[in-house]
């Protein structure tokens, strides 16, 4: 059932797109509300936990009821799935950006950077735009669909449930500075093996020596945040020129080549799921 609810999800989003239909958070802001009145004072780590936990346990209940009949499971998964992978059109962002570059509009740009999560008001040229840009928009397509895909392969629709409702939590600008800190945590430590097998698949779609020296040096990090990594893995696995990419050097042509480089490394990861299905 994983491969085919993952392949369902993927051709779906290919013809339809990342849209609002699936992405409907109002029930979890009403529920974060009462669940935060549930807690009371008490510190962030209870109300992460209300907030997170209750609906993941509840959606395991529904599963494990409906045991009896996988198309029913999947009839369930493949909704939970679809509204676990992130938010916002991103491919159109990157290359409404990289386009809005082309054309020297820098109100365009500043736009689209925005809409990608950025902070544009420091920004003083180019270069430090792009270098921002393609940290940002490496996380955002890390956090879009290999995320929520890798804990759906583990865990079911549970898992996938679990690392979204935690990025949203974090990302969540009423909650309190303690609850907002303890959703960082746990979603930093949801993305911790993903973005470290996300790497390793980079060197196998992108540059292999360049990338997986640097795989090698994060591989075992624990005080680095996860969209830090990512830059990390996006730079090596982007060697256009035969050298070192640094910080300095970045340009617009490795933010247009991230969304090919994150294409073919979602391609090996359906690959690899559909292997280990025949053998599973």
């Known amino acids: 059932m994983t491969f085919v609810v993952i392949a369902l999800a993927f051709c779906i989003v290919q013809y339809w797109g990342f849209g609002d239909w699936a992405h409907r958070d109002q029930w979890y802001r009403s529920w974060s ?13 209870v ?19 409906l045991s009896f009949s996988l198309f029913l499971q999947m009839c369930i998964a493949l909704p939970v799935l679809l509204y676990s992978l992130g938010r916002g059109d991103f491919t159109e962002w990157v290359k409404g950006y990289a386009e809005a570059y082309h054309r020297s509009d820098n109100v365009a740009a500043a736009e689209y950077a925005t809409r990608l999560g950025m902070q544009v008001d420091e920004v003083e040229d180019w270069n430090a735009l792009h270098r921002r840009v393609l940290r940002q928009a490496g996380y955002r397509g890390f956090e879009r669909m290999f995320a929520a895909i890798f804990w759906f392969a583990i865990l079911g629709p549970v898992g996938a449930l679990l690392y979204r409702l935690a990025a949203l939590s974090m990302k969540d600008e009423v909650s309190s500075d303690g609850a907002q800190l303890a959703a960082a945590r746990l979603t930093w430590l949801l ?13 196998l779609t992108g540059n292999f020596v360049g990338c997986f020296k640097r795989w090698k040096e994060c591989l075992m990090c624990t005080d680095r945040p996860t969209d830090e990594i990512m830059e990390h893995y996006v730079h090596g696995a982007l060697n256009l020129n035969g050298e070192e990419l640094v910080l300095e050097q970045v340009t617009e042509q490795e933010v247009e080549a991230l969304l090919p480089l994150l294409s ?17």
């Open 33 to 45: 509300k009462m669940a935060d009145s549930l807690s009371g004072s008490a510190g962030g780590e």
């Open 191 to 203: 993305e911790w093996p993903v973005v470290r097998v996300l790497g390793l698949s980079f060197a």
């Open 264 to 280: 073919r490394t979602l391609v090996l990861w359906l690959c690899v799921l559909a292997v280990l299905s025949l053998f599973g």
């Open 47 to 65: 109300q992460v936990s209300l907030r997170v936990l209750v609906p993941v346990l509840a959606l395991y209940v529904l599963l494990e009821v």
